[in-house]
């Protein structure tokens, strides 16, 4: 049972802006990073965002994530098909003392 | 460049034990926190394990905690994870990772672990 909650789904046509919450707690979200992950089907999750709102290299700037107290959020701009996938969110929980990942949210592009 | 690549994944019964392993090359595994995730089928991921890289701190998720053992042979660059005492639940896909929260991330392609009768 994840401490992490985002919506089960979301969907947009190509070129739209979509975002995606993720809601936490005192413990985690609201004192620590959040990362964001991208999975393609059938792939291993691949880093999309960390430190909340950093980019790796190789990744469009059509990602960006932000935090804001025990929440945060992805946000897709100018939609495009390969980003069709499912997306998580995590950060460390010290009240567990573990990681923690977010539900995920299947991205359809209409 | 940098590859991780897990093995020992298998069909094992409830209560049965599986040591899978993840050999890494292009880096130096015990200079970064290493980790395990893993995901059941048509699931979400779950972190299992962590270890920091002088192996002094490791954590674990509380379903795993008495049953799973992380650990890392510096000498052929791997990290394990033994598992004892499997349940149906333990049934997924086992990632393993080279830190999972920072820019210089990368996982594994994942090995598939069933516990059934």
């Known amino acids: 049972q994840s401490v992490l909650t985002q919506p089960p789904s979301t969907s947009g046509t190509p070129g739209q802006r979509v975002t995606i919450s993720c809601s936490g707690s005192?413990?985690?979200?609201?004192?620590?990073?959040v990362t964001w992950y991208q999975q393609l089907p059938g792939t291993a999750p691949k880093l999309l965002i960390y430190?909340?709102?950093q980019r790796p290299s190789g990744v469009p700037d059509r990602f960006s994530g932000s935090r804001s107290g025990t929440s945060a959020s992805l946000a897709i701009s100018g939609l495009q098909s390969e980003d069709e996938a499912d997306y998580y969110c995590g950060a460390w929980d010290d009240s567990l003392n573990g990681y923690v990942f977010g539900t995920g949210t299947k991205v359809t592009v209409l | 460049e940098v590859q991780l690549v897990e093995s020992g994944g298998a069909l094992v019964q409830p209560g049965g034990s599986l040591r899978l392993s993840c050999a890494a090359s292009?880096?130096?595994?015990?200079?970064?926190?290493m980790n395990w995730v893993r995901q059941a089928p048509g699931r979400g991921l779950e972190w299992v394990a962590n270890?920091?890289?002088?192996?002094?701190?490791?954590y674990y998720v509380d379903s795993v905690k008495g049953r799973f053992t992380i650990s890392r042979d510096n000498a052929d660059n791997s990290l394990h994870l033994q598992m004892n005492s499997l349940r149906a639940e333990d049934t997924a896909v086992y990632y393993c990772a080279r830190g999972i929260s920072t820019v210089d991330s990368y996982w594994g392609q994942g090995t598939l672990v069933t516990v059934s009768s």
């Open positions: 270890m920091n890289e002088d192996g002094s701190g490791k």
């Open positions: 430190s909340n709102n």
């Open positions: 005192s413990s985690n979200i609201g004192s620590k990073s």
């Open positions: 292009g880096f130096t595994l015990s200079s970064y926190w």
